[in-house]
C-alpha cells in the first residue's frame, strides 16, 4: 500500500485549515519538516506550530527532525507525532537516540542526506521503523530530485530484505506524478510530497493522481 504524507513546507499557512481538510481523508499523515538554520540553511518550524496544527487535524504527524542537538528535543516532539526521523549525519550516538524515541512509544526513523550511503545503516537498521532518503538536498521545497537516488533506494531495498523485511523506506524531495511509479518499483513505501501537493490548483486531485500513478505502474 502506497503511503503519502504531503510536507507542510509547501503549504500556504494563510489557508492552512482548509488545505488540510481538502486531503485529510485520503494522506497517511503531514509531513512535518523541523529546520534550525544549522543543520540545514533554513528555517521552518517548531512547538508552536505543530500545537496549533494538532488542534485543527487528528492526522498522523511524520516529523523529520532536520537539527543538531536532536536528543533534546524528541520527548517534546514526541507528545504531538507518532513518527519521529532524525538525521544519520546531525546525531552522534544514532542507538541512543533511536532507543529513547522507541521508549518514548514512537516510530523510529533515521534520514540520510543524498552523499551519504546506505551501507553505513547496516547496524542500526534491524532496530528501524523507518529509512527516510532525502532525494534532494535538504532545506527547501520544489527542488529538482537527485537521479542517482533510484541506485541507492533499491540498495536499500535490497538491506531491508536481509535485516529488516517491515522497514518502511520513505522519500522526500522532488517526488511528483513523473517518477513515483519508478520509486515504488525501487522499493519506496511511503512519499513526502511537498509541491507536488500543496502547489497544486487542485491538492485532492493530486494526491489521488499520485497514489494511482504508483499503484498502476504508470
Ligand atoms: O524536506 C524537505 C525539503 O528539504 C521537504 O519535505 C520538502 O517540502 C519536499 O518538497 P518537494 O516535494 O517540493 O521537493
Redesign the pocket.
Known amino acids: 500500500m502506497v503511503k503519502i504524507y504531503p510536507?507542510?513546507?509547501?503549504a500556504d499557512f494563510n489557508n492552512l485549515e482548509n488545505e488540510i481538510s481538502e486531503i485529510e481523508d485520503i494522506v497517511d499523515g503531514l509531513?512535518m519538516?523541523i529546520?534550525d538554520g544549522s543543520f540545514?540553511p533554513?528555517i521552518s518550524f517548531g512547538f508552536p506550530i505543530l500545537n496549533s496544527v494538532r488542534k485543527i487535524s487528528n492526522l498522523n504527524f511524520d516529523t523529520?527532525l532536520?537539527i543538531k542537538n536532536a536528543d533534546s528535543y524528541i520527548d517534546e516532539f514526541s507528545k504531538t507525532s507518532r513518527q519521529l526521523t532524525v538525521h544519520y549525519e546531525a546525531v552522534t550516538h544514532l542507538h541512543r537516540t533511536v532507543s529513547r524515541i522507541k521508549e518514548l512509544g514512537c516510530e523510529a526513523g533515521v534520514s540520510l542526506n543524498p552523499h551519504t550511503p546506505v551501507f553505513l545503516l547496516e547496524e542500526i537498521l534491524p532496530y528501524l521503523d523507518r529509512v527516510l532518503i532525502?532525494s534532494?538536498?535538504?532545506?527547501?521545497?520544489?527542488?529538482k530530485?537527485i537521479e542517482s537516488s533510484y541506485k541507492k533506494i533499491k540498495k536499500l531495498h535490497e538491506m531491508k530484505l536481509k535485516l529488516n523485511p517491515t522497514l518502511d523506506i520513505m522519500v522526500?524531495?522532488?517526488?511528483?506524478e513523473n517518477n513515483i511509479a519508478k520509486l515504488y518499483n525501487c522499493g519506496v513505501t511511503s512519499f513526502?510530497?511537498?509541491?507536488?501537493?500543496f502547489?497544486q490548483e487542485d491538492k485532492r486531485a493530486a494526491v489521488l493522481n499520485l497514489r494511482k500513478r504508483a499503484e498502476n505502474n504508470d
Open positions: 510536507s507542510l513546507l509547501a509531513h519538516d529546520m540545514v533554513n523529520h532536520m532525502m534532494v538536498n535538504p532545506g527547501f521545497t520544489g527542488q530530485f522526500d524531495g522532488g517526488v511528483g513526502v510530497v511537498g509541491a507536488g501537493v502547489h
